[in-house]
C-alpha cells in the first residue's frame, strides 16, 4: 500500500514538473534526485540510540523503582517460545544506573523481523511526572542479547550486556530458578 502511495505521488511529481519543465531528460532526473533523497532518508530513519528509543520512558527525572532481570533459553517442545529459567529483582539503584547506562550506549538499527524471545528480559518499573503532584507508573519491557535491543539490531561494539553478565555470573545473588 504505501509503495503504491509513493508511485502515485511520483507520477503526480512528474506530471507537474512536465508542465513546468519541457525537457523529460530533466524531469526524470529531477524525480531521480528526489527518490533517491527518500530512499536514503528512509534508510536513516531506521538508526536511533536506546536514549532516543527510550526518552518517554526514561526522562531526566523518572524514578526507576526496581527492575527484574530474566534469563531466557529456547524451549526443547517449541524453539519460538522461551523457557525462563532464572530471574532476579534488582530494586540497587547503582546497577540500574549502571545497566541503562550501559544499555545507554547502544546504537541501534530497526529491524522489520522480530524474534519471539532473547536472551535476557528486562522489566522495569518506571515512574514520571505528567503534571505537578500527578505521577504515572507503568512498565517498560526490553528483550536483549549480544546482538538485538527488541527489534534493533545493535551496530556498534557498545558492551550492553556488562553489567547484566556480571550479574548472571555472580553467585552470590539470590537468584530464583523457575522449575517444572
Known amino acids: 500500500m504505501d509503495i503504491f502511495l509513493v508511485v502515485?505521488?511520483?507520477?503526480?511529481?512528474?506530471?507537474?514538473?512536465?508542465?513546468?519543465?519541457?525537457?523529460?531528460?530533466?524531469?526524470?532526473?529531477?524525480?531521480?534526485?528526489?527518490v533517491l533523497g527518500m530512499v536514503v532518508l528512509f534508510d536513516q530513519s531506521k538508526y536511533t540510540t536506546f536514549s532516543e528509543l527510550y526518552e518517554s520512558k526514561l526522562k531526566q527525572d523518572t524514578e526507576v523503582e526496581s527492575m527484574t532481570l530474566t534469563i531466557n533459553q529456547p524451549s526443547d517442545d517449541n524453539p519460538t517460545l522461551p523457557d525462563r529459567t532464572a530471574f532476579i529483582k534488582i530494586e540497587d539503584q547503582t546497577i540500574i544506573d549502571q545497566i541503562i547506562n550501559d544499555l545507554s550506549k547502544a546504537e541501534l538499527k530497526r529491524e522489520d523481523d522480530e524474534a519471539f524471545f532473547r536472551k535476557y528480559e528486562l522489566r522495569f518499573v518506571v515512574t514520571n511526572k505528567v503534571k505537578e503532584e500527578h505521577y504515572r507508573s507503568e512498565f517498560l519491557h526490553i528483550s536483549l542479547d549480544d546482538q538485538y535491543l527488541s527489534r534493533y539490531k545493535i551496530v556498534n561494539e557498545a558492551n550492553h550486556l556488562q553489567t547484566i553478565e556480571s550479574l548472571v555470573e555472580n553467585n552470590e545473588l539470590d537468584w530464583e530458578y523457575i522449575t517444572e
Open 8 to 34: 502515485v505521488a511520483m507520477a503526480l511529481l512528474a506530471f507537474l514538473l512536465s508542465g513546468f519543465i519541457k525537457n523529460k531528460k530533466v524531469v526524470l532526473l529531477v524525480i531521480g534526485i528526489i
